[in-house]
């Protein structure tokens, strides 16, 4: 088994044999910036951003070519990925997509452990010296220093490494960091009261990381992931095949039912208090629309063995990346959509064997789900 020391290093490299074809490598940050709505409701402004390389000859993303010959080449420091760097914020008001969104000739350097994304909106992602992990985006004026730190070393809040073999040469590789605390800076530029210069503001929050290796079709899913302030974390999986699959191909708006076939079922919580993780692989998610426009709601229940829990997550904005690709030879295209909203759980209760409850009132954190197919 690997140290955390090892784990982290490795979030700093690529596969050692080439990536097969359609596989996607992905490194992603979910960032929860706090405020007082934050202690009211549940809701805080969010910045998500992954850089990744997908080995495919065809593929677009929300309308962006992201088809390249070659996706990683090594460099004298350590690899040059051709690939693309995306990101959303949502401000507090209103869901800004495609915050960044282009292609990149991304600098991975395995010695300083950094991963540099040039461009008209740039982005960096590296390990400080205090063993901080620290993200750098500057994007329509606004530019953001954001500081995650892991203050609780429990083994259930990471690093997290594992793999799961699939059929052939398909598998899924990866590394999680459940809930880091989160300092940094926002600047912005004309800002109200301050419109010839820059305005900076202290972040605080919690923040969350994965890098994926994705060697398969991508499937449909339902995920979600919840912070709590006594540093307790949620996150549930369902992986699925259903009528979302014809979504956006066969047919058009989607109907998100629940699964008809489940191939996954995870749901953890971690009880910051005790130390104590909840690990279940019974898993069930109903979704429904939410009164907010685009939106959905989670109601969720989960066993594991010596206990269950329930709760509802609901979303309050929403972002999307549609990939487009050909279906072989033939002039048809596939597409795949992948869903992001940030959300708060709330209504949490977990029941242990003997009868002892933990109950939470709100979280905040982010769900996903997913529909359509590509090949």
Not at 75 to 89: E, K
Not at 268 to 289: D, M, Q, T
Request: with cysteine; net charge positive.
């Amino acid at each position: 088994m690997q140290d955390a020391g090892s784990i982290i290093k490795s979030i700093w490299s690529v596969p050692k044999k080439p990536l097969a074809s359609g596989a996607w490598l992905w490194w992603f940050w979910l960032f929860f910036i706090h405020d007082e709505n934050t202690k009211k409701a549940g809701k805080c402004r969010q910045i998500m951003i992954l850089w990744s390389v997908k080995n495919d000859r065809q593929i677009s993303c929300n309308g962006l070519d992201i088809s390249v010959p070659k996706s990683i080449i090594p460099s004298a420091s350590g690899y040059v990925l051709d690939g693309a760097a995306a990101a959303w914020y949502f401000d507090g008001k209103s869901m800004r997509d495609n915050f960044v969104l282009e292609r990149s000739k991304m600098r991975l350097d395995q010695k300083k452990l950094s991963l540099v994304a040039p461009g008209s909106t740039p982005s960096s992602f590296y390990f400080g010296k205090n063993g901080d992990f620290i993200t750098k985006i500057k994007a329509k004026g606004t530019e953001f220093e954001l500081i995650a730190k892991q203050v609780d070393k429990n083994d259930a809040v990471g690093p997290i490494h594992g793999r799961m073999p699939l059929f052939g040469s398909m598998e899924i590789e990866g590394t999680r960091l459940e809930i880091l605390q989160l300092s940094g800076t926002q600047k912005t530029k004309g800002a109200p009261g301050n419109a010839t210069g820059t305005k900076t503001s202290p972040i605080r929050g919690t923040a969350y990381f994965q890098k994926i290796l994705l060697a398969a079709p991508p499937p449909q899913w339902y995920w979600g992931l919840y912070h709590f302030k006594d540093g307790s974390y949620l996150t549930y999986m369902n992986v699925y095949a259903g009528r979302a699959m014809l979504a956006d191909n066969a047919y058009g708006k989607p109907e998100l039912k629940k699964p008809t076939l489940g191939f996954k079922e995870d749901i953890f919580f971690y009880h910051a208090p005790s130390g104590k993780l909840f690990e279940g692989n019974r898993l069930r998610v109903i979704p429904s629309k939410s009164k907010t426009a685009d939106c959905w709601v989670h109601g969720f229940s989960g066993l594991g063995k010596d206990f269950e829990i329930s709760g509802v997550a609901e979303g309050y904005a929403h972002s999307s990346w549609s990939f487009v690709k050909n279906i072989g030879a033939i002039p048809i295209k596939s597409r795949f959509v992948y869903n992001e909203y940030p959300s708060v759980v709330k209504n949490v209760v977990l029941t242990q064997k003997g009868g002892k409850k933990l109950k939470y009132g709100l979280g905040w954190g982010s769900m996903e789900n997913s529909w359509g197919f590509i090949v």
